[in-house]
């Protein structure tokens, strides 16, 4: 390979990094256009200046950069080597980034070879490399839009710094192209080995001390079962009790995760039962039912789950794939709706979580010798953030403080999956406040959710306390009331910021994802009307009443919620297939982004409550099949685990994804299995034994 082209060439890749590259879909087309412009003439005199760059350069030239002194040694032995045609210094050269194919597609990642790099080392001479890479924008992308960075990927002296590296930049820029163009330490990043520091090594510890305690008590359990004969005859024997009552309401969490004790046990016995392994996984896989149960939402939750993952599958993909502009393509099919306005599996969640609250609140308070007062609300409380908070605390420390260490590779960030300030600014997400920062803030972007989940509950006493105490006006008329809040200020927000209405598209989609999008505000329609259908539901499924609906309204009522439903979703294509023009209006857009959660909660409400008053038929038996029992159980543990697992697949790749729709089934398939497995640990090792703790300690 001639040096002069591979000069000319690299001069050529790196000016691009300059260029004003796009930090959305919207702002894609201008970049394209700007690579349009040139042309070959273009490239052709780069060569003939880098060939007579090329011919008047010695390394000698390299005193006239601030290099360190090592940095200074190993590019002379690099250079030497090249001259001599030794085989590690031209992989060196070899494994740089060359400019792809599929630039008119949006390929602005140009990696190089990662692997080559690395080990392309000279021991004679004591020569290291490491693989850096150039990029436009050294900001990670957020959740809020797709970002897009011109990256490209070389290959340095392990001795260079990223300074070192920008100066030599600078001086090759200088030589060739005369201009003012130039590059800055935070323009260059390398891959980094880093050590364990002391907040990882303080996690390591706790993990592997709970795996000891989680270990020691499987083993206590297995004796005791051992000395016993037989732990299914014995009278002190755990029995595996499905108990709706016993649980906390998590949106993803089944009513039925925790058992009862039948006989009673001693506190040791409980504490052994409760963090053993043996006595968990029953709890998870055990598939028994009966009809105090709403299981209907075992299947719901299951499915929504999916869809969840199936939605950031896809749109996760696209910065790490080589042709993002072909999501436009997808975008224009009709079918492909599904995945890109998966916005409402958000939706379905909050609306169970809101069914569950409202159910097992109204039965709670419907007890015999029930007394209503400030510590059962406090109890209520505290039993929420216990039940959510170790799973959820445990996936955000591995997030911020682990995952820098797992993996390596040319789209591998050094700070792991997590932003720098996040090992800092996680107290948001441990107080469930983290809806309430900005994108450049937002650590564990998933955690969104949850602090909306939990502020809901903290809200939901006042819909429920007077539906208690048999106001049911009052109660009524407080849900109107906030639900129409939750109309009035979407329609405000979106009115008062244009661009916002077109979500995620449109050309100010941060405004729309952090006012809107996890805003409890403006997101808690679902979760309100399903604290009213739980409390219908407890109402209704009392033995002696009659909830059978009259066939020809029953079938009715469910093809108004299915056309909903499909009008939620789909109404959206108008506009998708005419991206980046529209068929709707702004102000249609504004009414759209504003009563469609409610219209999708309505509907999904009368599919739960038709299910579950035996006006489901075949698809109350779907739901409530057997198989979902043990994947709803799992669901928490799954959707706390499973944006981890996809950034890690991603981001350890030595090569970029191709959008074709068969390689993202695969992966999506793939996604969905691993998330599952990793859930099954993660329930097993700390959200179950948990939730055995906080039932024997928190009554």
């Known amino acids: 390979m001639k040096i002069e082209l591979f000069i000319a060439i690299f001069v050529f890749s790196i000016g691009l990094t300059k260029c004003q590259t796009p930090n959305s879909l919207i702002e894609l087309a201008p970049f394209i256009n700007q690579i349009k412009k040139i042309n070959l003439s273009h490239l052709f005199n780069l060569f003939q200046k880098a060939k007579l760059f090329s011919s008047q350069f010695d390394y000698w030239s390299l005193n006239e950069l601030s290099l360190s002194d090592q940095c200074s040694t190993d590019l002379k032995n690099l250079l030497n080597g090249l001259w001599s045609k030794q085989e590690w210094a031209l992989k060196i050269i070899d494994s740089f980034a060359k400019p792809p194919i599929g630039i008119l597609k949006g390929s602005l990642n140009w990696l190089g070879d990662y692997s080559e790099c690395i080990e392309s080392n000279n021991e004679t001479i004591s ?13 990670p992308p957020t959740p809020s839009k797709a970002a897009f960075y011109l990256k490209y990927g070389l290959c340095s002296p392990k001795s260079c710094t990223s300074k070192d590296i920008s100066e030599i930049l600078n001086f090759i820029f200088k030589k060739i192209t005369k201009n003012d163009q130039t590059f800055d330490e935070s323009n260059v990043v390398c891959q980094t080995n880093n050590d364990l520091d002391k907040p990882a090594l303080i996690i390591i510890t706790v993990i592997l001390t709970l795996i000891g305690i989680i270990c020691l008590a499987t083993i206590l359990d297995l004796v005791s079962a051992y000395c016993k004969n037989s732990c299914l005859q014995s009278p002190n024997t755990l029995y595996i009790q499905i108990n709706e009552d016993s649980v906390s309401t998590n949106l993803l969490d089944t009513e039925s995760m925790i058992s009862e004790a039948v006989p009673a046990m001693g506190l040791s016995e409980q504490l052994i039962s409760a963090l053993s392994l043996k006595s968990n996984f029953k709890k998870i896989f055990l598939t028994l039912s009966d009809d105090s149960q709403l299981s209907s939402l075992h299947g719901i939750r299951v499915i929504t789950l999916g869809w969840v993952i199936l939605g950031h ?9 080589d042709n993002p502009l072909e999501a436009l393509n997808f975008l224009k099919r009709f079918s492909f709706t599904i995945v890109s306005n998966a916005f409402f599996s958000v939706d379905s969640f909050f609306l169970i979580s809101g069914v569950l609250t409202g159910y097992l609140f109204i039965k709670m308070s419907s007890a015999p010798n029930f007394k209503f007062n400030i510590t059962f609300i406090t109890k209520y409380l505290i039993n ?16 911020i403080f682990l995952t820098k260490y797992l993996g390596s590779g040319p789209l591998y960030q050094n700070n792991g999956f997590e932003q720098p300030v996040c090992r800092t600014r996680f107290w948001k997400n441990l107080l469930y406040v983290s809806n309430f920062q900005q994108t450049n803030e937002t650590c564990f972007g998933i955690s969104w959710y949850l602090s909306n989940d939990m502020q809901f509950h903290i809200i939901a006493p006042l819909i429920l306390i007077p539906l208690v105490l048999n106001k049911i006006l009052i109660g009524i008329l407080i849900l109107v009331l906030l639900i129409l809040v939750n109309i009035i200020s979407t329609f405000l927000s979106l009115y008062y910021h244009p661009g916002s209405e077109l979500g995620i598209l449109g050309e ?26 739980g409390y219908i539901l407890f109402h209704h499924r009392k033995p002696g009443y009659n909830a059978k609906i009259r066939t020809i309204f029953n079938f009715l009522n469910w093809n108004i919620a299915q056309n909903l439903m499909g009008l939620c979703v789909f109404i959206v294509f108008s506009d998708l297939r005419l991206y980046p023009s529209f068929y709707f209006s702004r102000i249609d857009h504004i009414i759209y982004q504003s009563l469609s959660k409610v219209f999708w909660a309505l ?97």
């Open 603 to 699: 509907a999904v409400s009368y599919v739960i409550y038709a299910c579950e008053t035996k006006n489901g038929g075949f698809v109350a038996k779907f739901f409530s099949w057997k198989i979902f029992v043990p994947l709803s159980r799992l669901s928490y543990s799954a959707f706390l685990s499973h944006q981890t697992f996809i950034f890690y697949f991603y981001m350890t790749q030595k090569r970029l994804f191709h959008l074709q729709d068969i390689n993202l089934i695969y992966y999506y398939v793939g996604n969905l299995l691993g998330s599952y497995f990793i859930a099954v640990f993660l329930s097993l090792f700390v959200e179950a034994p948990f939730i055995g703790l906080q039932k024997i300690f928190i009554k």
């Open 508 to 533: 100010n989609s941060q405004y729309f994802y952090e006012w809107v999008y996890i805003k409890p505000w403006t997101r808690s329609s679902p979760f309100l009307i399903g604290v009213f259908v």
């Open 313 to 321: 599958s896809y749109a996760f993909i696209v910065p790490y794939s």
């Open 127 to 139: 020569f290291v490399s490491k693989y850096c890479t150039i990029i436009s924008n050294n900001q």
């Open 384 to 399: 929420r953030i216990l039940r959510l908070s170790p799973a959820y605390y445990f996936m955000l420390f591995f997030s």
